[in-house]
């Protein structure tokens, strides 16, 4: 089935290929590429040589002030521009320096988004990235969720504990639930593994096993954030990054549109991962068989899972969060949504001030990859909900016991679908950035003067630079800001989820010293009559008196 899905994939990507470049070849009319600075020292040596009479049909006349063909506001009509300066598309000769600026920075993002330890399909979740950026962010909320229904269900059951106390018992929570998924019986399947009295400190061992087993690259992604920003600034002051080989324009709107991955990428190096694909099976079921119990799902049953269940943060078709409102269900996609809208509105603002100024074909593209993105979010969730969804997965059935085929099935065929999505998009946002929109028709406003009235003005610099100085940098740092904004926010409203399994060092090395020394004081012969979780509040260490508490727990 792996084999068939990439042939189907490469497939479709070779035949969107063609089907591109077949379009591009058909909607081009003409035979010469556009240029408008050619074109407008062309034109500007005409009219002095007098070759060319300044009250030529190729300039737009205004009703106010006839012909416009003064240097330097020459403006041509667009059969003028197409006449004169030729129809065809004409790319940059700067394409190079135009991604290197601004997309291809955004794009090094997806290099420090975390990955499942999932061999080499782990990459497959950057397909499912860039195909899917909403369920994307949907999945990375769902994970927090998770985490923070794991420690809501501990402090409900246990709530006159302290914080450590609660934060342990949720983390080997946290770990059923990476292997049985969000489930009502998270507890229930937590009893059928937890440990006797006498070894109670093996709570703790499970708990330091996990939280130590995590990876933690939050600090690395900062500063590829702040590398990031720092190229922004350098793009629009000159005195830092130096003058651009010309003015940014559209571009910008472009690399906005993806700036969706500043939250993807420090969401999900926050959560973190495990540093193996195993890790939290073997730590649990270790607990497990010391306590005479038992995993239900097998580990064949739990590895083959993986890719397409809780193991893959980005992914998870189950979204159901249990004992939640509907709002609370619905409220979660909408917000998910967000830092795609605010960079779709951004990408849209930034196109919109490239004159003449207002819609214009580089809107068609945005608007179309936003609405593939919507309805890349609704195909996800709407196959699964109506083909895979189980209701016995809510009822102590296990995540990956039922229909696997169909998820098998499922993955793959969102994995086609993902892969297709994101070429296209990918495509059209380099190709739009070397100049595949940069013709007469696309420069003249036709969507906002009509065919009639458009008009191409040839001496844009002045106003780009205006823009450069004014309008751009303002949107950028808003869009970018909100991003940003929106990850703190997220952080600090989940942040007793997300403390679940990000244990400081510091904590984790205090918590293996301490399972040493309950496993020593487990070890010792009784020669009292008083109850050991008395004896263990006798020692002031945080460790002896959480494992004290969890004696009383038992």
């Not at 923070?148 to 059951?157: G, M, S, T």
Request: positive net charge; hydrophobic residues 40%.
């Amino acid at each position: 089935m792996g084999k068939l899905t990439l042939l189907i994939v490469l497939t479709l990507l070779v035949a969107s290929y063609l089907i591109l470049g077949l379009g591009l070849k058909l909607g081009l009319k003409h035979d010469r590429p556009f240029s408008r600075d050619e074109c407008y020292v062309g034109i500007n040596e005409s009219l002095t040589n007098k070759t060319l009479s300044p009250n030529s049909s190729i300039f737009y006349r205004d009703p106010v002030h006839g012909y416009l063909s003064s240097h330097p506001n020459i403006v041509l009509s667009l059969p003028g521009c197409i006449e004169r300066c030729g129809g065809d598309v004409g790319f940059y000769p700067d394409v190079g320096p135009r991604l290197t600026t601004w997309l291809i920075p955004v794009l090094l993002l997806l290099s420090n988004i975390e990955l499942p330890p999932l061999d080499k399909r782990r990459f497959q979740t950057v397909l499912h990235a860039l195909g899917d950026p909403i369920d994307t962010l949907w999945s990375l909320l769902h994970k927090i969720e998770s985490y923070c229904y794991c420690y809501d269900l501990v402090a409900k059951r246990f709530p006159d504990r302290c914080r450590h106390q609660k934060r342990l018992v949720a983390t080997v929570l946290a770990g059923v639930e990476e292997i049985y998924g969000p489930d009502e019986c998270l507890l229930d399947y937590l009893d059928t593994i937890a440990p006797q009295k006498e070894r109670v400190w093996w709570w703790n061992e499970a708990a330091c096993g996990l939280a130590c087993a995590r990876t933690d690259e939050f600090a690395r992604t900062c500063l590829a954030m702040v590398l990031y920003i720092y190229g922004v600034i350098a793009a629009f002051v000159a005195k830092v990054g130096g003058e651009p080989t010309s003015p940014p324009g559209g571009r910008i709107g472009t690399a906005l549109l993806l700036s969706w991955l500043v939250p993807v990428a420090l969401l999900s190096n926050i959560i973190g991962s495990f540093t193996t694909h195993g890790t939290c099976y073997e730590v649990l079921q270790r607990m497990a068989l010391r306590s005479n119990g038992k995993l239900e799902l097998s580990v064949e049953s739990y590895y083959d899972s993986q890719k397409f269940s809780a193991a893959i943060y980005s992914y998870r078709p189950n979204k159901r969060i249990p004992r939640a409102g509907i709002i609370r269900r619905i409220a979660l996609p909408l917000v998910a949504a967000f830092p795609v809208l605010v960079s779709a509105t951004g990408a849209f603002v930034i196109i919109w001030f490239t004159p003449p100024n207002g819609l214009n074909c580089r809107h068609v593209w945005v608007l179309g990859i936003f609405f593939l993105w919507l309805v890349s979010t609704f195909t996800t969730t709407a196959t699964y909900e109506l083909f895979v969804h189980d209701p016995l997965l809510h009822s102590g059935g296990g995540r990956a016991m039922h229909n696997y085929g169909k998820r098998v099935k499922h993955w793959y065929w969102i994995l086609i679908k993902d892969s297709v999505i994101a070429f296209v998009s990918l495509n059209t946002i380099f190709l739009s950035s070397a100049g595949l929109f940069n013709t007469c028709t696309c420069w003249s406003g036709i969507f906002r003067f009509g065919r009639e009235k458009a008009r191409i003005p040839m001496n844009v610099v002045p106003i780009f630079k205006e823009y450069d100085e004014g309008i751009y940098p303002i949107v950028v740092g808003i869009c970018l800001g909100l991003q940003v904004l929106f990850f703190i926010l997220v952080t600090i409203k989940t942040g007793r989820g997300l403390r679940v399994m990000r244990w400081s060092e510091t904590e984790k090395r205090r918590g293996l010293s301490e399972t040493k020394k309950m496993q020593e004081l487990s070890e010792m012969p009784t020669q009292h009559s008083t109850p050991l979780y008395e004896v263990c509040t006798q020692n002031n260490n945080w460790g002896s008196s959480l494992w004290a508490a969890m004696l009383r727990m038992k």
